[in-house]
C-alpha cells in the first residue's frame, strides 16, 4: 500500500508558495524540506529552505489557482497521494491532481555564486521605498552605482534622458565605480531584510536575514564595473 504524506503547512510555507508563483506560474516540489523555482526566462532563481519535509515529489501547474484552492479553507490537512493532493478541513476537501513533471519549468541544478565585488544591507523598509518609488512613478530600471565614496540605489528610467529619479545611499564606496542595472520587474522577493551580494559576472544574490529564502537575480548586459 502506497504511504500517504498528511501534514499542514506553515503560515511561512504558503506565504513563500504565493511569491513562488510570482517568479513561475508552475512549480515542482522535490522531496525534502527545500522549494526552488526558476523563472521562464532563467533570470531569476529562488531558494527557500521550509518547516516541512515532504516525502512526495509532485508538480503543480498553476500555483497560483492551487493557492486559491487552499484559500477555501481555516487551517486545513494536506494529504499527498499518489497523482493528487487532498486538501481537507472537517467535512470539506478539496482534491486537486498533479501536473505532469514536463509541463512545469524547474531548476535543474544550484546556482554558483561568484565571488561578489560589492555587499550591502538592504532593509524593508528601503526595499519597500524603492519599490513603490518605481510604481508610483512608472520606474523600470533599479540602478546599483557608486562614484568610489558611496552606494546608491536609485530607481529611473536608463533609456530616458529626463527620468524622474528616486535615490536612497545604502553603503559606503570601496573606491570602485560601477553602475549595474536591475530590471524592477525582477525584484520579486518576499518583503523582508536583506543582505545583497553583487558580483561583476553579472549576477545579484538577495538573501533574507529573518526567513530562510534566497534569490538570485541576473544584472542586465550594460551593467558596468570598474576596479579601484
Known amino acids: ?4 504524506n498528511q501534514m499542514k503547512l506553515s503560515d511561512n510555507t504558503l506565504k513563500l508558495l504565493n511569491n513562488f508563483s510570482t517568479i513561475n506560474s508552475g512549480i515542482t516540489v522535490k522531496s525534502g524540506n527545500e522549494l526552488t523555482t526558476v523563472s521562464a526566462m532563467k533570470n531569476i532563481f529562488a531558494k ?3 518547516d516541512e519535509t515532504f516525502d512526495k515529489e509532485h508538480s503543480i501547474y498553476d500555483l497560483s489557482e ?18 493528487s493532493v487532498n ?5 470539506n476537501s478539496v482534491t486537486y491532481y498533479y501536473a505532469d513533471p514536463q509541463m512545469v519549468i524547474s531548476p535543474q541544478k544550484d546556482i554558483t555564486m561568484p565571488d561578489p565585488e560589492i555587499t ?12 513603490k518609488a518605481s510604481s508610483v512613478l512608472s520606474l523600470p530600471d533599479m540602478v546599483l552605482s557608486s562614484d568610489g565614496t558611496t552606494v546608491q540605489l536609485t530607481v529611473k528610467d536608463k533609456k530616458n534622458a529626463t527620468s524622474n529619479v ?3 545611499t545604502v553603503a559606503q564606496g570601496n573606491g570602485s565605480t560601477f553602475e549595474m542595472f536591475l530590471r524592477m520587474e525582477n ?4 518583503s523582508g531584510n536583506y543582505t545583497v551580494f553583487v558580483s561583476s559576472k553579472g549576477i545579484a544574490h538577495f538573501t533574507n536575514r529573518d526567513l530562510a529564502v534566497e534569490y538570485f537575480i541576473a544584472l542586465e548586459p550594460d551593467s558596468t564595473y570598474n576596479e579601484s
Open 166 to 168: 528616486y535615490s536612497r
Open 187 to 190: 525584484i520579486k522577493v518576499l
Open 48 to 50: 527557500a529552505v521550509v
Open 87 to 91: 486538501v481537507v478541513e472537517g467535512d
Open 1 to 4: 500500500m502506497e504511504k500517504v
Open 66 to 83: 492551487y493557492l486559491g484552492a487552499v484559500s477555501l479553507f481555516d487551517t486545513p490537512d494536506f494529504v499527498f497521494n499518489g497523482e
Open 120 to 131: 550591502f544591507d538592504l532593509d524593508d523598509d528601503v526595499l519597500n521605498a524603492l519599490l
